[in-house]
């Protein structure tokens, strides 16, 4: 058979799972029929798979595939997605795209698996990180946005499943090298890539391998700023403040006048770049045998490793306010938007800081299987699925975040800016000011001292184990095809230890009045100056654009070096006392064990397909955390406290839960091309990994804010939703559709955050604020979703698609913003592709949307700003053998920020990556 762009079949939409080989498919009576192999290349027939998947399933659902053997649409997975009706991402540093959000509701909502086998995560919760797992060793991804009853339960926006390639979607021999090399414009750095894909059939076409490799290193910069903010008390409300230093007092009074109540003053803010060098392996493997054509066993492996250190070098500031300590003093709309700092004593006044944050990330992913079929006889079908899925990442006591102070007397103007990053200007007493001082290498040790130290980092384990038994009975009357059935097991354990040097109060070990100048400490602290390339330079404010870095390993050993050097008490410095130790209170472990089994039909008549099903889940969770009430509270000078803690003591609560998920789907199709869906169904979601365990910190005690939150609630109960989707859709030629949904979500006990004011917690003279996940009372998610596909002979086409939502939640019967949902959501792609020519650009867009409720009291809410991502990509193939190919990202340089209601001049947090190229040449054979 010829290759072709694209293919269809004419079997019912309900097995079309069944098919994604593209080997075989099994009829609406059963029979297995073999299929011809179909090769397919490049973005056009990408497009096509995927638009055939969407056609023959049988909910709504969307796709994408690898564009050939080995190779994805995009170098990352989570951006491929991003195309892809009403899903939007997150990124991280380098702009790599990692958690996946669908219909708006966040990644909590949403369940990623590999060939249906739930994956592992690295992080606190279920939501996978993408940018652990290279694109090349998937050939597909599903976004299924329905549910029928024999789909894993635990997504509520959706379900991604990732699959793997099969040697026999094209038999024989088969194989891929690339090489490829990236930089980033902003940051004028290099990356490369290596990857190549084997695939063989032996044995009369009985017995197929799949190997596959991949090593990257990827080097990049992200400019980064952020800010945190007080505000005042208001009266006759539950927001009781949040100004560290006192209410703040602008006219001196020392009282909290009405024109006072809930002002917005500057905390802390800093700007400076992240520097990543991610290196990524990963090795897959399949192997499948096919003894007859009743017998199908398959053995499948991933094994990855992500090992991303992060260094980033950032200037500091902490104008917060306390009595005396600031001066011409501004007022805007409720926002102090101007200040003086020029008090003489050494802690009233701005000391700039030195900021190097350290982040060893290193995680290794596996997932092992081992997968049969038999079809027993002409109605009967069993399968049977086994699996291990583990995730570690051990980084504990290996995280830093260290700060250097200066000591030099001076004047600071600190104003806010419409660009976002506050304006700074410091003169010293000595005639130095701060931005050309850095730029002239002007500053010294012996400028800085000491401060805060803090060691930090956690071991986290994820182990699940998966088995599943499923059968397929052919019945052939009263209107139903097929019977489906099955059981599953599931046994997860995560185990999260935190190491670090706060709650012995060794990060302020050699802080306050145990400063010690650096100068003293010798040679090798300080790295120089630092200006990188390109540096802010899309922001208008005023502050230095160059600053120093120093060396935290030299410095660490050169305070160690520093032992037996008396303190101002007297005492001998002791860098032990500073090391990093476990945490208990924010370690945990949990265990959670479910059962599940369903049953399902498929139904059909002369134009329209069914399903109707329930699954039954019954889920047993076990956790463990720890708690230490706190005995005193020691003030070592202004924003500078130790909280000393009893000894911990374990907490230990169980839960169980059961639920029954009934599901109904139907397709009726008005003429071969038109089609209309319906779909009801139940589902649920669970709560986060570390949300079940009763953790809790009181770090920021450290700094002089007295809060306490708890970052688990074994009590939380599952997220539950009773749902509907509606979707027309038209196939209107060849890989061209045009389709528009509407969905409607009503869901229980979401997840949110309680703050309760002035608790007494236990700790004398001293009240807090609390806060702690719970469920909230419900939300409503109702939207639409378009899209249009086309291409024309000619091979020009384009892809639209727009996701529209409104949400709202309430708690305690207050309606409040729905966290984590994009309103809208729309990407628009244009595509060329004919002969050797292979050329697509796409932007996605994403609008604003909460992402925190209540930061600064009711109706303050974080909210992350509208971002733009246009990618471009260019193919040419010079012959059977060579492609070459050229890839842009985010080709607009936009940033990705967060604000407070969106005011510009309350930034929370500026990320921007750059654009970045990547060449590449492949070689097949």
Do not use: C
Request: no cysteine; hydrophobic share 35%; charged share 20%.
């Amino acid at each position: 058979m010829p290759a072709t762009a694209w293919s269809q079949t004419a079997t019912p939409a309900a097995e079309a799972p069944a098919a994604q080989d593209g080997t075989t498919q099994t009829t609406g009576e059963g029979r297995a029929v073999d299929l011809d192999t179909v090769v397919v290349t490049g973005v056009r027939a990408s497009l096509a798979r995927a638009t055939d998947i969407k056609r023959d399933a049988a909910v709504v659902q969307d796709s994408i595939s690898a564009l050939e053997l080995g190779r994805f649409p995009d170098d990352n997975v989570a951006d491929s997605l991003s195309h892809i009706t009403g899903v939007s991402i997150s990124r991280v540093a380098g702009g790599e795209g990692q958690k996946v959000s669908v219909r708006g509701l966040g990644p909590e909502y949403t369940l990623t698996t590999f060939n249906d086998r739930i994956l592992a995560t690295d992080g606190e919760g279920r939501d996978f990180a993408y940018d652990v797992l290279p694109a090349d060793v998937i050939s597909g991804a599903d976004v299924i946005k329905g549910t029928q009853a024999s789909l894993t339960e635990g997504a509520i926006g959706g379900l991604v499943n990732l699959r793997s390639a099969s040697p026999f979607d094209q038999k024989g021999q088969h194989g891929i090298v690339r090489l490829e090399g990236d930089r980033n414009q902003m940051s004028e750095l290099n990356g490369r890539k290596v990857s190549a894909t084997y695939s063989n059939t032996f044995a009369n076409d009985t017995v197929g391998i799949l190997v596959g490799a991949v090593y990257a290193n990827r080097r990049d910069r992200t400019d980064v700023a952020q800010s945190s903010w007080t505000r005042n008390a208001v009266p006759g409300t539950d927001w009781s403040g949040n100004a560290w230093g006192g209410a703040i007092d602008p006219n001196g009074n020392g009282e909290l006048d009405p024109d006072e109540y809930g002002l917005i003053g500057p905390g802390q803010f800093n700007m400076g770049s992240i520097l990543e060098d991610k290196k990524r392996t990963a090795f897959s493997g399949k192997f499948e045998w096919r003894p007859t054509d009743d017998v199908r066993i398959t053995v499948d492996g991933l094994k990855t490793k992500l090992d991303s250190p992060q260094v980033s070098y950032q200037q500091s500031y902490y104008p917060l306010f306390a009595p005396g300590r600031w001066s011409d003093v501004s007022v805007q709309n409720g926002i102090v938007t101007g200040l003086t700092l020029a008090n003489p004593d050494p802690e009233q006044r701005l000391n700039p800081e030195l900021l190097n944050e350290t982040q060893y990330r290193v995680v290794e992913t596996e997932l092992f299987g081992v997968n049969g079929q038999w079809d027993v006889n002409d109605r009967l079908s069993l399968t049977g699925d086994l699996y291990r899925s583990t995730s570690k990442r051990h980084s504990g006591g290996q995280d830093t975040y260290v700060v250097l102070r200066m000591n030099q007397p001076n004047t600071s103007r600190i104003t806010l800016s419409p660009n976002g990053i506050p304006n700074v200007t410091t003169n010293f007493d000595d005639g130095r000011e701060l931005a050309s001082g850095l730029a002239n290498s002007q500053f010294t040790g012996s400028d800085f001292n000491t401060h805060y130290m803090e060691l930090r980092g956690d071991n986290i384990d994820d182990e699940i184990n998966g088995g599943t038994l499923g059968g397929k009975l052919f019945v052939g009357d009263w209107g139903v095809d097929n019977l489906k059935f099955g059981v599953s097991r599931t046994d997860r354990k995560k185990r999260r230890d935190l190491i670090n040097n706060t709650l012995s109060g060794g990060a302020d070990y050699y802080s306050g009045d145990n400063a010690i100048n650096v100068g003293e400490l010798g040679s090798g602290v300080l790295r120089g100056t630092l200006a990188p390339p390109h540096f802010m330079d899309d922001v208008g404010s005023q502050f230095p654009r160059s600053f120093l870095g120093f060396d935290v390993p030299n410095y660490l050993s050169l305070l160690e070096a520093y032992n037996g050097n008396l303190r101002p008490d007297g005492t001998p410095y002791d860098f032990s006392m500073a090391a990093p130790q476990w945490n208990p209170l924010e370690s945990y472990r949990v265990s959670e064990k479910t059962d599940a089994f369903y049953v399902q039909a498929d139904l059909s008549g002369e134009r329209w397909n069914a399903d109707v099903g329930v699954r039954f889940v019954k889920t047993k969770t076990s956790s463990q955390a720890w708690d230490a009430k706190i005995t005193s509270i020691t003030e070592n000078g202004a924003f500078n406290y130790v909280a000393a803690y009893a000894e911990p003591t374990p907490v230990v609560q169980d839960a169980d839960y059961h639920y029954w998920l009934p599901s109904a789907n139907f397709t009726w199709r008005f003429t071969d091309d038109l089609q209309l869906r319906v779909g009801a169904a139940k589902t649920m979601a669970r709560p986060s990994v570390e949300q079940l365990a009763p953790t809790n910190t009181t770090a920021s005690v450290s700094w002089g804010e007295f809060t306490q939150v708890y970052g688990g609630n074994a009590d939380l109960k599952p997220y539950t939703a009773k749902q509907g989707d509606v979707s027309l859709e038209w196939y209107f030629s060849e890989s061209s559709i045009f389709n528009v949904a509407t969905f409607y979500k009503r869901i229980e006990n979401q997840i949110t955050t309680s703050w309760e004011p002035q608790q007494d917690i236990g700790v004398p003279g001293y009240l807090f604020n609390v806060m702690r996940p719970i469920n909230g009372d419900y939300a409503k998610v109702r939207g639409i979703e378009a899209g249009l596909q086309h291409f024309w002979d000619n091979g020009f086409g384009f892809r639209a698609q727009y996701t529209r939502n409104w949400s709202k939640s309430f708690v305690n019967g207050l309606e409040r913003p729905l966290e984590g949902i994009a309103p809208a959501v729309y990407s628009l792609g244009l595509i060329y592709d004919k002969g050797p020519w292979s050329i697509s650009t796409t932007a996605d867009h994403t609008d604003g949307f909460t992402t925190a409720t209540n930061v600064l009291g009711e109706g303050y809410n974080e909210q992350a700003d509208k971002l733009t991502w246009l990618t471009a990509q260019v193919m040419y193939r010079i012959n059977d053998t060579f492609t070459i190919s050229l890839e842009g990202q985010n080709l607009l340089d936009d940033e990705q920020t967060t604000s407070i209601n969106g005011n510009p001049l309350l930034l929370n947090s500026y990320y921007r990556y750059g654009r970045a190229f990547t060449l590449g040449i492949a070689m097949k054979f």
